[in-house]
Protein backbone atom coordinates (compact mmCIF):
# COMPACT_ATOMS: atom_id res chain seq x y z
CA UNK A 1 0.00 0.00 0.00
CA UNK A 2 1.36 3.08 -1.03
CA UNK A 3 1.87 6.31 1.33
CA UNK A 4 1.94 10.01 0.33
CA UNK A 5 4.99 10.73 -1.49
CA UNK A 6 6.87 7.68 -0.38
CA UNK A 7 8.30 4.43 -1.89
CA UNK A 8 7.57 0.67 -1.82
CA UNK A 9 8.71 -0.77 0.12
CA UNK A 10 8.10 2.05 2.58
CA UNK A 11 11.71 3.86 4.05
CA UNK A 12 9.66 3.42 7.48
CA UNK A 13 6.56 1.98 8.75
CA UNK A 14 3.47 4.15 9.31
CA UNK A 15 2.03 4.27 12.19
CA UNK A 16 -1.37 2.19 12.97
CA UNK A 17 -4.25 5.15 13.97
CA UNK A 18 -7.31 3.11 16.00
CA UNK A 19 -9.19 6.18 16.69
CA UNK A 20 -8.79 10.24 17.37
CA UNK A 21 -11.30 12.07 19.58
CA UNK A 22 -10.49 16.17 20.25
CA UNK A 23 -6.97 16.56 19.20
CA UNK A 24 -5.36 13.09 19.77
CA UNK A 25 -4.67 10.22 17.67
CA UNK A 26 -4.79 6.68 19.51
CA UNK A 27 -2.10 4.38 18.03
CA UNK A 28 -2.44 0.49 18.04
CA UNK A 29 -0.23 -0.07 20.75
CA UNK A 30 -2.14 2.36 23.38
CA UNK A 31 -0.33 5.49 22.76
CA UNK A 32 -1.79 9.10 22.52
CA UNK A 33 -0.32 11.68 20.45
CA UNK A 34 -1.36 15.46 19.87
CA UNK A 35 -2.38 16.04 16.43
CA UNK A 36 -0.04 19.22 15.68
CA UNK A 37 -1.21 18.24 11.90
CA UNK A 38 -4.60 18.74 12.10
CA UNK A 39 -4.56 16.25 9.47
CA UNK A 40 -2.81 18.02 7.17
CA UNK A 41 -4.32 21.04 8.04
CA UNK A 42 -8.25 20.04 8.05
CA UNK A 43 -9.28 18.95 11.00
CA UNK A 44 -9.65 22.87 12.46
CA UNK A 45 -12.11 21.32 15.29
CA UNK A 46 -10.35 18.43 16.13
CA UNK A 47 -12.10 14.86 16.08
CA UNK A 48 -15.40 13.31 16.80
CA UNK A 49 -16.85 17.08 16.86
CA UNK A 50 -20.70 16.23 18.31
CA UNK A 51 -21.75 18.97 15.77
CA UNK A 52 -20.11 17.42 12.98
CA UNK A 53 -20.67 13.69 14.08
CA UNK A 54 -24.82 14.52 14.17
CA UNK A 55 -24.59 16.19 10.66
CA UNK A 56 -23.65 13.38 9.25
CA UNK A 57 -25.63 10.91 10.83
CA UNK A 58 -28.60 12.94 10.00
CA UNK A 59 -27.55 13.61 6.09
CA UNK A 60 -26.84 9.82 6.06
CA UNK A 61 -30.45 8.94 7.40
CA UNK A 62 -31.54 10.91 3.65
CA UNK A 63 -28.89 10.32 1.44
CA UNK A 64 -25.53 9.97 0.98
CA UNK A 65 -24.92 10.76 -2.32
CA UNK A 66 -26.65 12.03 -5.91
CA UNK A 67 -25.43 13.10 -8.83
CA UNK A 68 -24.73 16.74 -9.38
CA UNK A 69 -25.39 16.29 -13.17
CA UNK A 70 -29.09 17.76 -13.76
CA UNK A 71 -29.66 17.23 -10.16
CA UNK A 72 -29.43 19.22 -7.07
CA UNK A 73 -30.03 19.14 -3.28
CA UNK A 74 -30.64 21.29 -0.60
CA UNK A 75 -27.20 20.87 1.70
CA UNK A 76 -25.13 22.22 -1.63
CA UNK A 77 -27.75 24.88 -1.84
CA UNK A 78 -27.43 26.33 1.85
CA UNK A 79 -23.37 25.77 1.30
CA UNK A 80 -23.30 27.78 -1.47
CA UNK A 81 -24.79 30.73 0.30
CA UNK A 82 -22.97 30.63 3.17
CA UNK A 83 -20.10 30.31 1.17
CA UNK A 84 -20.95 33.54 -0.46
CA UNK A 85 -22.33 35.37 2.54
CA UNK A 86 -18.40 34.70 4.01
CA UNK A 87 -15.67 35.29 1.10
CA UNK A 88 -14.57 38.23 -0.46
CA UNK A 89 -16.37 40.46 -1.74
CA UNK A 90 -17.97 39.85 -5.30
CA UNK A 91 -17.07 35.88 -5.14
CA UNK A 92 -21.02 34.89 -6.13
CA UNK A 93 -20.81 31.76 -8.18
CA UNK A 94 -19.94 28.50 -6.57
CA UNK A 95 -18.56 25.46 -8.54
CA UNK A 96 -18.01 22.40 -6.07
CA UNK A 97 -15.11 19.78 -6.54
CA UNK A 98 -14.28 17.20 -4.77
CA UNK A 99 -10.53 17.77 -3.58
CA UNK A 100 -7.89 21.37 -3.57
CA UNK A 101 -6.07 19.96 -6.46
CA UNK A 102 -9.37 19.82 -8.71
CA UNK A 103 -10.40 23.31 -7.58
CA UNK A 104 -7.28 24.56 -9.10
CA UNK A 105 -7.32 22.73 -11.95
CA UNK A 106 -11.39 24.09 -12.41
CA UNK A 107 -9.38 27.50 -11.90
CA UNK A 108 -7.61 27.29 -13.98
CA UNK A 109 -9.85 26.65 -16.87
CA UNK A 110 -12.06 29.31 -15.72
CA UNK A 111 -8.65 31.87 -16.87
CA UNK A 112 -8.29 30.15 -20.16
CA UNK A 113 -12.21 29.35 -20.88
CA UNK A 114 -12.65 33.21 -20.04
CA UNK A 115 -9.99 34.84 -21.99
CA UNK A 116 -10.80 32.59 -24.93
CA UNK A 117 -14.37 33.57 -24.39
CA UNK A 118 -13.09 37.16 -24.48
CA UNK A 119 -11.51 36.07 -27.90
CA UNK A 120 -8.65 36.23 -26.39
CA UNK A 121 -7.46 32.98 -27.88
CA UNK A 122 -3.23 33.17 -27.33
CA UNK A 123 -3.82 33.99 -23.71
CA UNK A 124 -3.39 30.25 -22.61
CA UNK A 125 -0.38 30.55 -19.79
CA UNK A 126 -0.63 31.75 -15.80
CA UNK A 127 1.65 34.13 -13.93
CA UNK A 128 2.56 32.73 -10.47
CA UNK A 129 5.61 32.59 -8.01
CA UNK A 130 8.27 30.83 -7.38
CA UNK A 131 7.85 28.55 -4.09
CA UNK A 132 4.40 28.24 -4.90
CA UNK A 133 2.72 24.76 -4.41
CA UNK A 134 -0.96 24.36 -5.74
CA UNK A 135 -1.79 20.35 -5.68
CA UNK A 136 -0.83 17.22 -7.13
CA UNK A 137 -2.95 16.84 -10.13
CA UNK A 138 -1.50 17.45 -13.75
CA UNK A 139 -2.94 21.46 -14.12
CA UNK A 140 -2.03 21.76 -10.89
CA UNK A 141 1.71 20.53 -10.48
CA UNK A 142 2.10 23.17 -13.66
CA UNK A 143 1.95 26.40 -11.81
CA UNK A 144 4.07 24.80 -8.82
CA UNK A 145 7.28 25.83 -8.48
CA UNK A 146 9.38 24.27 -11.28
CA UNK A 147 12.93 23.61 -9.90
CA UNK A 148 12.66 23.18 -6.17
CA UNK A 149 9.16 22.38 -5.74
CA UNK A 150 8.17 18.19 -5.48
CA UNK A 151 7.45 18.08 -9.36
CA UNK A 152 10.72 18.95 -10.78
CA UNK A 153 10.38 15.59 -12.60
CA UNK A 154 7.38 15.97 -14.07
CA UNK A 155 8.55 19.65 -16.03
CA UNK A 156 9.45 18.36 -19.29
CA UNK A 157 5.72 17.62 -19.67
CA UNK A 158 3.73 20.01 -17.85
CA UNK A 159 2.52 22.87 -19.36
CA UNK A 160 4.70 25.85 -19.15
CA UNK A 161 3.71 28.69 -17.40
CA UNK A 162 5.81 31.82 -16.36
CA UNK A 163 7.65 32.15 -13.10
CA UNK A 164 7.94 35.83 -10.76
CA UNK A 165 10.30 35.40 -8.02
CA UNK A 166 8.94 34.46 -4.69
CA UNK A 167 7.62 37.12 -2.61
CA UNK A 168 10.09 38.05 0.09
CA UNK A 169 9.81 36.47 3.21
CA UNK A 170 8.19 38.42 6.19
CA UNK A 171 4.59 39.43 7.03
CA UNK A 172 4.99 42.55 8.19
CA UNK A 173 7.70 43.70 6.08
CA UNK A 174 5.95 45.49 3.36
CA UNK A 175 5.95 46.00 -0.55
CA UNK A 176 9.42 45.25 -2.09
CA UNK A 177 9.24 47.39 -4.60
CA UNK A 178 12.33 45.46 -6.81
CA UNK A 179 10.65 42.77 -6.25
CA UNK A 180 6.73 44.32 -7.32
CA UNK A 181 8.70 46.58 -10.03
CA UNK A 182 10.19 43.06 -11.32
CA UNK A 183 6.98 41.20 -11.41
CA UNK A 184 5.35 44.44 -13.49
CA UNK A 185 7.98 44.30 -15.67
CA UNK A 186 7.56 40.75 -16.23
CA UNK A 187 3.50 41.08 -16.68
CA UNK A 188 3.90 43.83 -18.58
CA UNK A 189 6.12 41.72 -21.28
CA UNK A 190 3.98 38.34 -21.30
CA UNK A 191 0.44 40.40 -20.91
CA UNK A 192 -0.21 38.86 -24.50
CA UNK A 193 0.09 35.46 -23.50
CA UNK A 194 -1.37 35.65 -19.93
CA UNK A 195 -4.78 34.56 -18.91
CA UNK A 196 -4.40 35.17 -14.74
CA UNK A 197 -2.21 35.25 -12.01
CA UNK A 198 -2.18 32.19 -9.43
CA UNK A 199 -1.26 32.92 -6.06
CA UNK A 200 -1.15 31.97 -2.17
CA UNK A 201 -1.91 34.98 -0.16
CA UNK A 202 0.69 35.47 2.60
CA UNK A 203 1.37 32.00 3.30
CA UNK A 204 3.07 29.65 0.78
CA UNK A 205 2.50 26.64 2.22
CA UNK A 206 3.69 22.88 1.19
CA UNK A 207 6.27 24.97 -1.08
CA UNK A 208 8.34 26.03 2.17
CA UNK A 209 5.87 27.02 4.75
CA UNK A 210 7.12 30.73 4.05
CA UNK A 211 4.80 34.08 4.95
CA UNK A 212 5.01 37.23 2.77
CA UNK A 213 3.73 40.79 3.31
CA UNK A 214 -0.12 40.98 1.98
CA UNK A 215 1.08 44.39 -0.01
CA UNK A 216 2.26 41.58 -2.35
CA UNK A 217 -0.98 39.93 -2.80
CA UNK A 218 -2.43 43.76 -3.54
CA UNK A 219 0.46 44.24 -5.69
CA UNK A 220 -1.02 41.00 -7.99
CA UNK A 221 -4.09 42.12 -7.89
CA UNK A 222 -3.38 45.84 -9.61
CA UNK A 223 -1.21 44.06 -11.80
CA UNK A 224 -3.80 41.75 -12.54
CA UNK A 225 -6.44 44.79 -13.04
CA UNK A 226 -3.75 46.64 -15.66
CA UNK A 227 -3.70 44.07 -17.61
CA UNK A 228 -7.33 42.08 -17.79
CA UNK A 229 -5.85 39.46 -16.25
CA UNK A 230 -7.65 37.49 -13.91
CA UNK A 231 -6.19 36.85 -10.00
CA UNK A 232 -7.10 33.28 -9.21
CA UNK A 233 -6.11 32.95 -5.06
CA UNK A 234 -5.71 29.55 -3.43
CA UNK A 235 -6.85 29.68 0.06
CA UNK A 236 -7.19 25.63 -0.16
CA UNK A 237 -4.71 26.24 3.28
CA UNK A 238 -5.34 29.37 4.75
CA UNK A 239 -9.06 29.45 4.48
CA UNK A 240 -11.19 29.49 7.30
CA UNK A 241 -8.81 30.95 9.63
CA UNK A 242 -5.70 29.01 9.61
CA UNK A 243 -3.63 32.64 9.04
CA UNK A 244 -5.60 34.53 11.74
CA UNK A 245 -8.49 36.08 9.31
CA UNK A 246 -11.27 33.62 7.94
CA UNK A 247 -9.32 34.31 4.22
CA UNK A 248 -6.08 35.56 3.87
CA UNK A 249 -7.06 37.92 1.13
CA UNK A 250 -8.55 40.22 4.08
CA UNK A 251 -5.10 40.87 5.12
CA UNK A 252 -4.37 42.17 2.15
CA UNK A 253 -7.84 43.99 1.82
CA UNK A 254 -8.40 42.68 -1.96
CA UNK A 255 -11.40 40.46 -3.72
CA UNK A 256 -9.90 37.51 -6.12
CA UNK A 257 -11.76 37.03 -9.42
CA UNK A 258 -11.09 33.37 -8.36
CA UNK A 259 -10.46 31.69 -4.80
CA UNK A 260 -9.92 27.84 -4.11
CA UNK A 261 -11.07 26.65 -0.59
CA UNK A 262 -11.04 22.64 0.41
CA UNK A 263 -8.83 21.14 3.58
CA UNK A 264 -11.17 22.82 6.38
CA UNK A 265 -14.23 23.17 4.69
CA UNK A 266 -15.70 20.14 6.03
CA UNK A 267 -13.89 20.20 9.70
CA UNK A 268 -11.50 17.57 8.12
CA UNK A 269 -14.31 15.17 7.89
CA UNK A 270 -14.53 13.92 4.26
CA UNK A 271 -13.01 15.76 1.01
CA UNK A 272 -14.53 18.50 -0.39
CA UNK A 273 -13.47 21.67 -2.16
CA UNK A 274 -14.80 24.39 -4.07
CA UNK A 275 -14.06 27.23 -6.72
CA UNK A 276 -15.60 30.71 -6.16
CA UNK A 277 -15.66 32.95 -8.74
CA UNK A 278 -17.25 36.33 -9.68
CA UNK A 279 -20.59 36.97 -11.47
CA UNK A 280 -18.47 38.82 -14.11
CA UNK A 281 -16.54 35.82 -15.13
CA UNK A 282 -19.22 33.13 -14.61
CA UNK A 283 -21.21 34.92 -17.46
CA UNK A 284 -18.61 35.46 -19.74
CA UNK A 285 -17.37 31.60 -19.37
CA UNK A 286 -20.78 30.90 -20.04
CA UNK A 287 -20.98 32.37 -22.71
CA UNK A 288 -18.13 31.19 -24.91
CA UNK A 289 -17.57 28.41 -27.03
CA UNK A 290 -17.83 25.36 -24.10
CA UNK A 291 -21.61 26.45 -23.32
CA UNK A 292 -20.32 26.51 -19.42
CA UNK A 293 -17.47 25.56 -17.45
CA UNK A 294 -16.08 22.24 -19.22
CA UNK A 295 -15.92 20.17 -15.75
CA UNK A 296 -17.49 17.84 -13.69
CA UNK A 297 -16.18 15.46 -10.84
CA UNK A 298 -18.70 12.48 -9.96
CA UNK A 299 -18.25 13.36 -6.30
CA UNK A 300 -19.08 16.94 -7.08
CA UNK A 301 -20.98 18.74 -4.13
CA UNK A 302 -21.46 15.21 -2.56
CA UNK A 303 -24.31 16.11 0.03
CA UNK A 304 -22.75 14.24 3.28
CA UNK A 305 -19.92 16.78 2.76
CA UNK A 306 -21.93 19.76 1.84
CA UNK A 307 -23.89 18.99 5.29
CA UNK A 308 -20.85 18.63 7.19
CA UNK A 309 -19.23 21.56 5.75
CA UNK A 310 -22.21 23.27 6.80
CA UNK A 311 -21.86 22.27 10.24
CA UNK A 312 -18.52 23.78 10.61
CA UNK A 313 -19.12 26.75 9.66
CA UNK A 314 -21.66 26.89 11.82
CA UNK A 315 -19.11 26.46 14.83
CA UNK A 316 -17.04 29.15 13.20
CA UNK A 317 -19.83 31.72 13.19
CA UNK A 318 -19.88 32.44 16.69
CA UNK A 319 -16.45 33.62 16.58
CA UNK A 320 -14.87 31.77 18.80
CA UNK A 321 -12.14 30.93 16.41
CA UNK A 322 -10.73 34.14 16.75
CA UNK A 323 -10.02 33.77 20.22
CA UNK A 324 -8.60 30.04 19.44
CA UNK A 325 -6.36 31.16 16.92
CA UNK A 326 -4.74 34.21 18.96
CA UNK A 327 -4.33 32.03 21.87
CA UNK A 328 -2.67 29.71 19.54
CA UNK A 329 -0.10 32.15 18.25
CA UNK A 330 0.87 33.82 21.30
CA UNK A 331 1.61 30.29 22.69
CA UNK A 332 3.44 28.93 19.51
CA UNK A 333 5.65 32.35 20.12
CA UNK A 334 6.49 31.85 23.44
CA UNK A 335 6.58 28.02 23.12
CA UNK A 336 9.04 28.48 20.17
CA UNK A 337 11.22 30.94 21.28
CA UNK A 338 13.55 28.54 22.78
CA UNK A 339 14.63 26.99 19.01
CA UNK A 340 15.99 30.44 17.94
CA UNK A 341 18.88 29.44 20.23
CA UNK A 342 19.33 26.05 18.80
CA UNK A 343 22.81 25.16 16.72
CA UNK A 344 21.26 24.57 13.08
CA UNK A 345 18.26 26.78 13.28
CA UNK A 346 17.88 29.11 10.19
CA UNK A 347 14.69 31.08 11.61
CA UNK A 348 11.61 30.50 14.19
CA UNK A 349 8.26 32.24 12.43
CA UNK A 350 4.64 32.11 13.47
CA UNK A 351 1.72 33.72 12.35
CA UNK A 352 -1.99 32.57 13.19
CA UNK A 353 -2.45 28.87 14.03
CA UNK A 354 0.76 28.23 11.93
CA UNK A 355 4.60 27.87 13.40
CA UNK A 356 7.71 27.24 11.51
CA UNK A 357 11.19 25.85 12.48
CA UNK A 358 13.56 26.10 9.32
CA UNK A 359 16.65 24.54 10.16
CA UNK A 360 20.09 25.13 8.22
CA UNK A 361 20.17 21.83 6.97
CA UNK A 362 17.61 19.07 5.43
CA UNK A 363 16.78 17.30 8.65
CA UNK A 364 17.04 13.51 9.17
CA UNK A 365 13.14 13.10 9.03
CA UNK A 366 12.78 9.55 10.60
CA UNK A 367 14.73 11.16 13.51
CA UNK A 368 13.11 14.45 13.79
CA UNK A 369 9.55 12.84 14.00
CA UNK A 370 11.02 9.95 15.95
CA UNK A 371 11.78 12.41 18.64
CA UNK A 372 8.42 14.06 18.51
CA UNK A 373 6.66 10.98 18.88
CA UNK A 374 8.50 10.08 21.97
CA UNK A 375 7.20 13.84 22.88
CA UNK A 376 3.69 12.85 22.76
CA UNK A 377 3.00 15.06 19.64
CA UNK A 378 2.40 13.90 15.93
CA UNK A 379 4.31 16.33 13.55
CA UNK A 380 5.55 15.78 10.08
CA UNK A 381 8.25 17.35 9.13
CA UNK A 382 9.94 17.50 5.56
CA UNK A 383 13.41 19.28 4.09
CA UNK A 384 14.27 21.49 6.54
CA UNK A 385 10.75 22.77 8.17
CA UNK A 386 9.39 21.29 11.48
CA UNK A 387 6.15 23.21 11.61
CA UNK A 388 2.70 22.24 13.21
CA UNK A 389 -0.79 23.60 12.45
CA UNK A 390 -2.81 21.98 15.27
CA UNK A 391 -7.01 21.93 15.50
CA UNK A 392 -8.27 25.43 16.51
CA UNK A 393 -9.57 23.71 20.11
CA UNK A 394 -5.81 22.95 21.24
CA UNK A 395 -5.68 23.94 24.40
CA UNK A 396 -2.52 25.81 26.60
CA UNK A 397 -1.13 22.37 27.90
CA UNK A 398 -1.08 20.76 24.91
CA UNK A 399 0.46 23.52 22.92
CA UNK A 400 2.94 23.57 25.52
CA UNK A 401 3.42 19.81 24.78
CA UNK A 402 3.39 20.59 21.06
CA UNK A 403 6.15 23.46 21.06
CA UNK A 404 8.71 21.10 23.34
CA UNK A 405 8.04 18.65 20.84
CA UNK A 406 8.85 20.56 17.80
CA UNK A 407 12.16 21.76 19.69
CA UNK A 408 12.82 18.27 20.46
CA UNK A 409 12.37 17.37 16.75
CA UNK A 410 14.49 20.16 15.62
CA UNK A 411 17.26 19.33 18.30
CA UNK A 412 17.43 15.53 17.22
CA UNK A 413 20.43 13.84 15.14
CA UNK A 414 20.81 10.46 13.45
Known sequence: MWHPYGALPAAAPSLPVVSAEGVRLRLADGRELIDGMASWWCAIHGYRHPALDA??????????????????????????????ELA??????????????????????????????RGRMERTRLLTVRGGYHGDTAGAMAVCD???????????????????????DGFDAGLDERWAAEV????QARAGELAGVILEPVVQGAG??????????AHMRSVCDEHEMLLVLDEIATGFGRSG????AEHAGVSPDVMCVGKALTGGYMTLAATLCTA?????????EGGGLMHGPTFMANPLACAVSLASLDILADGEWERQLAHIETELRDGLEPARSLDGVREVRVLGAIGVVEMEQDLDVSAATSAAVDAGVWLRP?????????PYVTGGEDLALLTAAMIAAASARS
Open 245 to 248: AMFA
Open 55 to 84: AARKQLGRMAHVMFGGLTHEPAIRLAERLC
Open 88 to 117: PAGLERVFFADSGSVSVEVAIKLCLQYQHA
Open 280 to 288: EVAEVVSSG
Open 184 to 187: SELA
Open 146 to 168: PVSGMHSLFAGVLAQHVFAERPP
Open 208 to 217: GMRFHSPACV
Open 382 to 390: FRNLIYAMP
